[in-house]
Nanobody
Framework: QVRLEESGGGLVQAGQSLTLSCTVS????????MGWFRQPPGKQREIVAL????????HVVDSVKGRFTISRDDPANTVYLQMHNLKPEDTAVYYC???????????????WGQGTQVTVSA
């Protein structure tokens, strides 16, 4: 059974930084694309960043480009999201998951963690 545990969120001021961690148990992530998602208050969950196996090929959405960096530590079965120059619009619950695809529905994933809350004040 896959379990995902996100951590590292918090309340910060605009311009500050946070690093999120996601540790996976029950499945080795080394052959999977991994992704970070976020769900702002009252909005749908969206993919924010992807990282392919090997950790070289990454992609982030335009709204966080130049500010967020995704990385992975496969021996630790952990994925990270470094977030710099945070903005109030980055406020959301952040989740990670395995094999993210834009066309997948939330219920198409095997499991979700509890997420980690990021709140950015102006």
């Amino acid at each position: 059974q896959v379990r995902l545990e996100e951590s590292g969120g918090g309340l910060v001021q605009a311009g500050q930084s946070l690093t999120l961690s996601c540790t996976v148990s029950g499945r080795s992530i080394d052959t999977y694309v991994m992704g970070w998602f976020r769900q702002p208050p009252g909005k749908q969950r969206e993919i924010v960043a992807l990282i392919k196996w090997g950790g070289i090929d990454t992609h982030v959405v335009d709204s966080v480009k130049g500010r967020f960096t995704i990385s992975r530590d496969d021996p630790a079965n952990t994925v990270y999201l470094q977030m710099h120059n945070l903005k109030p619009e980055d406020t959301a619950v952040y989740y990670c998951n395995i094999d993210p695809l834009p066309e997948k529905r939330i219920e198409d994933y095997d499991a979700w963690g509890q997420g980690t809350q990021v709140t950015v004040s102006a």
